[in-house]
T-cell receptor, first 114, second 109 residues
């Protein structure tokens, strides 16, 4: 089934540890995104990539990094996790260009930093 | 600044009609989107409006007034499975989505 796969689905992490959330899509979408979702707040964009080989910063990029070595994969890395990074993380993709609004989301990764 | 406002929570009765409002202020405008998100799941796309007026899609309709910075999502013949959060998002001049916090819709029998 075509779509977006995220891993892990859930993780508890000690503060200061490094963590990579994986995201893979098989729809050949150009654009990919990482969002975090916190209670009472809208989805907030962390980083995005309009096409393979390029990345950009979103609204809340600090403490996070991404790479886009190919079309399918878009991992998100927390270099040194802090408790404020406790959240649900969603990876999403879209066709890109001016057709970026219809996003396809992964099932989310629930991260708890202690 | 950029801002999306929508009610935090609404309650409606099974079989009834409910309207979820959204007002937006964004730098430029390239469309208004509605997404549905069931608890513990990913958001899924519902509708897209870029021109003024009503777009109907089955039991769901979405309306846009660009001059008023206003949209609503209309859900008819409510079913229990419609219990979910409904997310409003405006696309700005850079084709980035600005999201509201979501409206939690509770359907009662």
């Amino acid at each position: 089934i075509a779509g977006i796969t995220q891993a892990p689905t859930s993780q508890i992490l000690a503060a200061g540890r490094r963590m990579t959330l994986r995201c893979t899509q098989d729809m050949r979408h150009n654009a990919m995104y990482w969002y975090r979702q916190d209670l009472g707040l809208g989805l907030r964009l962390i980083h995005y990539s309009n096409t393979a080989g390029t990345t950009g910063k979103g609204e809340v990029p600090d403490g996070y990094s991404v790479s886009r070595a190919n079309t399918d994969d878009f991992p998100l890395t927390l270099a040194s996790a802090v408790p404020s990074q406790t959240s649900v993380y969603f990876c999403a993709s879209s066709e890109g260009g001016t057709n970026t609004g219809e996003l396809f989301f992964g099932e989310g990764s629930r991260l708890t930093v202690l | 600044g950029q801002n999306i406002d929508q009610p935090t929570e609404m309650t409606a009765t099974e079989g009834a009609i409910v309207q979820i409002n959204c007002t937006y202020q964004t730098s430029g405008f390239n469309g208004l989107f509605w997404y549905q998100q069931h608890a513990g799941e990913a958001p899924t796309f519902l509708s897209y409006n870029v021109l003024d007026g009503l777009e109907e899609k089955g039991r769901f309709s979405s309306f846009l007034s660009r001059s008023k910075g206003y949209s609503y999502l209309l859900l008819k013949e409510l079913q229990m499975k419609d219990s979910a959060s409904y997310l409003c998002a405006s696309m700005d001049s850079n084709y980035q989505l600005i999201w509201g916090a979501g409206t939690k819709l509770i359907i009662k029998p």
